[in-house]
């Protein structure tokens, strides 16, 4: 069972708030993703990190930004969020060898009202 | 990353054998192909990963042609739970750029009773 967090599972939110979502995975890996994914839709990566203090963007330009301090860590941030920023947020995580099997989180629906 | 292309979705019957065909025909020497499955407001799953020839595990095998450019999952003896989205990926696992994955859009199963 992978050992991926995040949190909240569920916010609801007005437009122009700051919000910050959390994910936190317990396996020590190095490298970690952001991915956003409407009803329904493909999964585009928005972020990911190869380790501590490297963060790079995705394919799908985002106004969010990260942020990895610690290798357990990498929490996603809005600074004035908006209707169009209303998605799923998924988190995952990957080791730096072997098979490089992606563990994904719970995810975050997110809706700005 | 090699696009791929696989039926948009598929119905099948409980107790049935189901077949999805991924297309890559760009697929490079060092690429890998894995099939990940996302149920419904859930992240997506890792369910197998191949090179060349035949992979099987304990929930599904992988069929790859000398080729390469194409493989495909099969799902033995499916039941109403595997309903779901199944995606092919096709990449370079040992790539130090993040091992970024792109997902597409998957094919959606429906097991009908």
Same mark, same amino acid.
């Given at each position: 069972? +992978?050992?991926?967090?995040?949190?909240?599972?569920?916010?609801?939110?007005? =437009?122009?708030?700051?919000?910050?979502?959390?994910? #936190?995975? =317990?396996?020590? *890996?190095?490298?970690?993703?952001?991915?956003?994914?409407?009803?329904?839709?493909?999964?585009?990566?928005?972020?990911?990190?190869?380790?501590?203090?490297?963060?790079?963007?995705?394919?799908?330009?985002?106004?969010?930004?990260?942020?990895?301090?610690?290798?357990?860590?990498?929490?996603? =941030?809005?600074?004035? +969020?908006?209707? #169009? *920023?209303?998605?799923?947020?998924?988190? +995952?995580?990957?080791?730096?060898?072997?098979?490089?099997?992606?563990?994904?989180?719970?995810?975050?629906?997110? =809706?700005?009202? | 990353?090699?696009?791929?292309?696989?039926?948009?979705?598929?119905?099948?019957?409980?107790?049935?054998?189901? /077949? @999805?065909?991924?297309?890559?025909?760009?697929?490079?020497?060092?690429?890998?192909?894995?099939?990940?499955?996302?149920?419904?407001?859930?992240?997506?799953?890792?369910? @197998?990963?191949?090179?060349?020839?035949?992979?099987? /595990?304990?929930?599904?095998?992988?069929?790859?042609?000398?080729?390469?450019?194409?493989?495909?999952?099969?799902?033995?003896?499916?039941?109403?739970?595997?309903?779901?989205?199944?995606?092919?990926?096709?990449?370079?696992?040992?790539?130090?750029?993040?091992?970024?994955?792109?997902?597409?859009?998957?094919?959606?199963?429906?097991?009908?009773?």
């Amino acid at each position: 069972e +992978a050992d991926i967090y995040q949190t909240p599972r569920y916010l609801v939110i007005g =437009t122009g708030k700051k919000i910050t979502l959390e994910c #936190s995975q =317990t396996m020590g *890996h190095d490298k970690m993703y952001w991915y956003q994914q409407d009803p329904g839709m493909e999964l585009h990566l928005i972020h990911y990190s190869y380790g501590v203090n490297s963060t790079e963007k995705g394919d799908l330009s985002s106004e969010s930004t990260v942020s990895r301090i610690r290798t357990e860590h990498f929490p996603l =941030t809005l600074e004035s +969020a908006r209707p #169009s *920023h209303t998605s799923q947020y998924l988190c +995952a995580s990957s080791d730096r060898g072997g098979l490089n099997e992606q563990f994904f989180g719970p995810g975050t629906r997110l =809706t700005v009202l | 990353l090699a696009k791929t292309t696989q039926p948009i979705s598929m119905d099948s019957y409980e107790g049935q054998e189901v /077949n @999805i065909t991924c297309s890559h025909n760009n697929i490079a020497t060092n690429d890998y192909i894995t099939w990940y499955q996302q149920f419904p407001s859930q992240g997506p799953r890792f369910i @197998i990963q191949g090179y060349k020839t035949k992979v099987t /595990n304990e929930v599904a095998s992988l069929f790859i042609p000398a080729d390469r450019k194409s493989s495909t999952l099969s799902l033995p003896r499916v039941s109403l739970s595997d309903t779901a989205v199944y995606y092919c990926l096709v990449g370079d696992i040992n790539k130090a750029a993040g091992n970024k994955l792109t997902f597409g859009g998957g094919t959606r199963v429906l097991v009908k009773p």
